[in-house]
């Protein structure tokens, strides 16, 4: 058993990374017991016996499960759908928002959610034959009424996540917000002051924009050691990041 790669070295499509039966995980192929990269990707590995190929480029694509932010983007009779950032749209049944059975067509599912409206949801089920089935019955689920909504690329989530949440924790930590975390490469930041908010944006920016270069926890910890000494730069220079919005 061999292990041709380091951990958090950047690999290209069939590049190998390994020989012999390691565990894996991600956008990885075998031939003869040999370990290849089927896309351009950063390798992370753990304890010397798993493989983690985290893409750098691609679509999000649903999974049972996960929890995605979504945008109502129509109102139907039974339910509304549901903009997930994906080649697939999304459908919101009224079964799974509303706790006891009704007769949603005597309703005005606007006066519940309308168009525009961003919602943390869960994908209930996909199989590739129909359009993913979302739930917000669940605890922390639901309507989103406050906070700054940023967009980054799906597959760099994990990097604004970090090894066992050390990359989400320090940013909750340094900067007293809370996150939540869309698998579809949507995050919501919520804090009480809306200068720690935009701090928090520009360094999940530049954690999407860094995330292939080696030393990030790092460099990220001396970027919001900066919050103490210029409070202010953070809320003015967010006007200025794309894929950004405020909601209200």
């Known amino acids: 058993m061999t292990i041709y790669v380091k951990s958090k070295q950047v690999v290209i499509p069939g590049e190998p990374l390994a020989y012999g039966r390691y565990e894996y995980q991600g956008p990885i192929y075998i031939v003869r017991q040999r370990i290849y990269s089927k896309v351009i990707g950063i390798v992370e590995i753990e304890d010397k016996k798993k493989l983690i190929l985290i893409p750098l480029k691609g ?5 049972e499960g996960d929890i995605v932010i979504g ?3 129509d109102v139907g009779l039974t339910g509304w759908t549901v903009d997930i950032n994906s080649p ?5 049944p009224v079964s799974e928002v509303l706790s006891r059975p009704t007769d949603a067509v005597k309703l005005d599912l606007s006066k519940l959610l309308d168009i525009g409206d961003l919602i943390v949801a869960k994908i209930l ?28 690329t799906p597959v760099k989530i994990p990097r604004v996540i970090g090894k066992k949440g050390s990359m989400i924790n320090l940013l909750k930590n340094m900067l007293h917000v809370e996150l939540v975390i869309g698998k579809n490469g949507r995050i919501l930041v919520v804090g009480d002051d809306p200068l720690m908010e935009a701090w928090a944006v520009m360094a999940i920016k530049k954690i999407e924009r ?9 460099r990220i910890k001396k970027f919001l050691s900066k919050v103490k000494t210029d409070k202010k730069a953070g809320l003015s220079s967010q006007g200025n990041i794309s894929g950004v919005k405020r909601v209200k």
């Open 125 to 152: 089920a996909f199989d590739y034959t129909r359009d993913p089935l979302l739930t917000i019955k669940e605890s922390k689920l639901g309507k989103i009424t406050k906070g700054t909504l940023v967009e980054i």
């Open 210 to 218: 860094e995330a292939h270069i080696p030393g990030l926890t790092n």
């Open 71 to 73: 945008k109502i983007v």
């Open 88 to 92: 697939y749209k999304a459908v919101l």
């Open 59 to 63: 679509k999000y694509m649903p999974r």
